[in-house]
């Protein structure tokens, strides 16, 4: 069964950098996209950034581009996501996902859209960025 377990988050000042850590269980990355969603309370998961298993360039939000950073370590079924000059609208759980045969946006779209269609959430880790 495929396990994801997010870490990494705590409470950071805007400016700030963090990176969050995603390990895998039960399957291997290599052939799967990843991706990285956050949720803020009251408000929709929503896709941050995205890796697709072929190698093309990463996809991010337009709120994160320029700031955050995927990464894939296959070797150690591991993704992470580096987080640089955090701003409060930055705050939220982040968890991450993994699907087999989608591209990058497909997977974004397809969970954006319906979150629970997707079986393998871990609990995420909290994001807090205040002064």
């Known amino acids: 069964q495929l396990q994801l377990v997010e870490s990494g988050g705590t409470l950071v000042r805007p400016g700030e950098s963090l990176t969050l850590s995603c390990a895998t269980r039960?399957?291997?990355?290599?052939?799967?996209?990843i991706a990285w969603f956050r949720q803020a309370p009251g408000k929709e998961r929503e896709g941050v950034s995205c890796l697709s298993a072929s190698g093309t360039s990463p996809n991010y939000a337009d709120s994160v581009k320029g700031r955050f950073t995927i990464s894939r370590d296959n070797g150690r079924n591991t993704v992470h996501l580096q987080m640089n000059n955090l701003k409060p609208e930055d705050t939220g759980v982040y968890y991450c996902a993994a699907a087999f045969g989608l591209d990058c946006p497909t997977l974004i779209r397809r969970i954006s859209t319906d979150p629970q269609s997707y079986e393998h959430w871990g609990q995420g880790t909290q994001v807090t960025v205040s002064s």
């Open positions: 039960g399957f291997t990355l290599d052939y799967y996209a």
